[in-house]
């Protein structure tokens, strides 16, 4: 068991962001996670990287408790996110923004070896002849990109993506799902990623779904098993989805 | 594209104001009065250019850096000359780190704007605290040249309070300059850039930002220390509290730091030679109007270049053969 969170409720004044969740994370899984808008994805995220902490229940990861833990430390062990709008460290360079990850990631790098593996991970996405760029000036795409490279730079042991493919195009789609999954095989990262409307990418995906509603878990299993659900249907997608 | 060869630019430029102090007479008292503004704005860079926190109580650094260097020459002169400048390091950079500590450890739990609000009582509280309870001989200071002249001659006296005053200076403006160029290059710099553009995602990149913004506003305070010690006791003999905790040095070193280009290796050294040239020449040129025209002149600067005259030139030398060269 990699990651499981246990009763995790956090609310922000009368709002229940995320009421009572339980979840659990095998190594090396890929897990998808979607819901409507509002539905508590974004603030689970922010529990499990530790930008905030729990109201109630408990977090753990490879056994040890993260309950408490600042994101730092979180990041330490192994946790890398990216974000739903990009947070690039915008006057650095997006080698350098790539290097910090391996810097203070997982990798724990000096800052030459650091600016290596930036360069490695600025190819493997591809955008490596960006790398002297502001990183400010960067299309939302590549923006979007270099944080897949920072995160990855991080060597983490838990991946989470919020909305990574989101306003990218088929063909993008397709480049980034066969790179994560050969991350995945390299180097046994667990993925989660977050959608919103994506399904057919998360079909493509994920082996395993988890739909969230109204901050509670609303069901979890095989992904076309779920996605097919009447329930799900009903709360999110609206009518049934043909894969084909 | 980072590394140390912007250092060789730094370590030229000191060369030739040196050169040209020496050789050209009348020239040694502006020189001086540029590096001093270069040391400050330096020793400022690390912490507001590094990090986009401002601190207001800067200047109170320099004069707990001075009292500290007062109090060894004043009290502890029985030691002999070389030890008692040791001691007076020794206690400048020890002071300035407690009152760093203390103040980084409270004030540096707020976010921006609020650190700077809780950093502007700091000068003001340190002042009236020695004056009011009489610490240090309170508001009359330290003289020290009477001391200096009794215990170690007149001629020493006036040999610690030039040449080795200025000396030290430099050498404190170099060291400044060499700390910067390092933390640039470590993974406290990259730490530190992180945390100025996004405190949040640095958290999440795993960088512990309350430590590493510690370390830096203690190294800057160390080094301010160091200043006050060499540039205001040394050399002017005497310790005021009124004089070293005058907040308009606070200001002059932003000025210098923004100028310059924050966060640059080469910044302060622009924006000091800027701003202390045209304070010193308009003072002689229009005794009694250089603010007035001072002020302006800043402005229009700061308009033509928004990141800093340094900053908007290492943007132009990015690709260039210039650009290992500036920084």
């Known amino acids: 068991m990699l990651l499981k969170l246990e009763g995790v409720t956090k609310r922000f004044g009368g709002l229940v962001a995320v009421n009572s969740v339980d979840l659990e994370v095998e190594e090396g899984e890929k897990l998808g996670v979607v819901g409507p808008n509002g539905s508590g994805k974004t603030t689970l995220y922010n529990l499990i990287s530790g930008v905030y902490m729990p109201d109630e229940g408990r977090i753990f990861f490879e056994g040890k408790e993260i309950t408490n833990l600042p994101p730092y430390d979180r990041t330490k062990l192994g946790i890398a996110r990216t974000f739903q709008i990009p947070r690039p460290f915008g006057s650095a360079t997006v080698r350098e923004n790539v290097a910090i990850g391996a810097m203070f990631g997982m990798a724990n790098a000096g800052v030459d070896e650091a600016l290596e593996m930036a360069d490695d991970m600025l190819k493997l996405v591809g955008i490596y002849d960006l790398k002297d760029k502001e990183a400010k000036l960067l299309t939302p795409l590549e923006k979007k990109l270099m944080e897949l490279a920072r995160a990855l730079a991080m060597k983490p042991k838990l991946l989470l993506l919020d909305e990574l493919l989101a306003g990218m195009n088929p063909a993008n789609i397709n480049e980034i799902l066969e790179l994560l999954d050969r991350v995945k095989k390299e180097e046994n990262i667990a993925v989660i990623a977050m959608v919103e409307h994506l399904m057919h990418a998360i079909t493509k995906f994920a082996e395993r779904v988890v739909v969230m509603h109204q901050g509670m878990k609303l069901i979890e299993g095989p992904t076309m098993e779920v996605l097919n659900d009447p329930k799900v249907i009903e709360v999110y997608l609206g009518e049934k989805l043909n894969v084909g | 594209m980072k590394s140390y060869s912007p250092l060789i630019t730094l370590l030229l430029a000191y060369l030739i104001m040196i050169a040209i102090g020496q050789s050209i007479p009348g020239m040694w008292q502006p020189v001086m009065l540029v590096i001093f503004y270069i040391a400050i704005g330096q020793a400022l860079n690390v912490f507001l250019g590094m990090t ?109 309070s030039t040449t080795f005053a200025d000396a030290g200076v430099i050498v404190v403006a170099i060291a400044t300059g060499v700390v910067t160029a390092y933390i640039l290059n470590s993974r406290l710099g990259y730490a530190l850039i992180a945390l100025r553009e996004d405190e949040e995602a640095a958290k999440v990149m795993g960088i512990n930002v309350t430590k590493y913004k510690q370390i830096a506003f203690m190294i800057s305070c160390v080094l301010a220390g160091l200043i006050g010690a060499t540039a205001w006791t040394l050399k002017l003999t005497y310790v005021f509290p009124q004089d070293v905790f005058a907040i308009n040095y606070t200001v002059e070193a932003i000025v210098i730091v923004m100028l310059g280009g924050a966060g640059t290796l080469l910044g302060p050294l622009v924006g000091g030679l800027i701003y202390a040239l045209l304070k010193y020449y308009l003072a002689i040129a229009f005794p009694g109007l250089q603010l007035l025209i001072l002020a302006p002149l800043l402005i229009v600067v700061i308009l033509l270049f928004p990141e800093g005259v340094v900053g908007y030139i290492a943007k132009k030398a990015r690709g260039t053969r210039l650009e290992n060269f500036v920084r």
């Open chain 2, 52 to 160: 986009g926190y401002v601190n207001f109580g800067y200047v109170a650094l320099l004069g707990v850096g001075a009292y500290g260097m007062g109090v060894a020459l004043g009290y502890y002169n029985e030691l002999g000359l070389i030890p008692t400048l040791i001691l007076g390091f020794i206690l400048a950079a020890i002071l300035a780190l407690l009152v760093s500590a203390i103040v980084g450890g409270i004030a540096l739990r707020l976010r921006g704007a609020y650190f700077a609000i809780a950093t502007i009582g700091v000068n003001e509280g340190i002042k009236y605290l020695i004056m009011g309870a009489k610490i240090w001989g309170g508001s009359e200071g330290i003289v020290l040249s009477g001391i200096l002249r009794k215990s170690f001659g007149a001629e020493t006296m006036r040999f610690l």
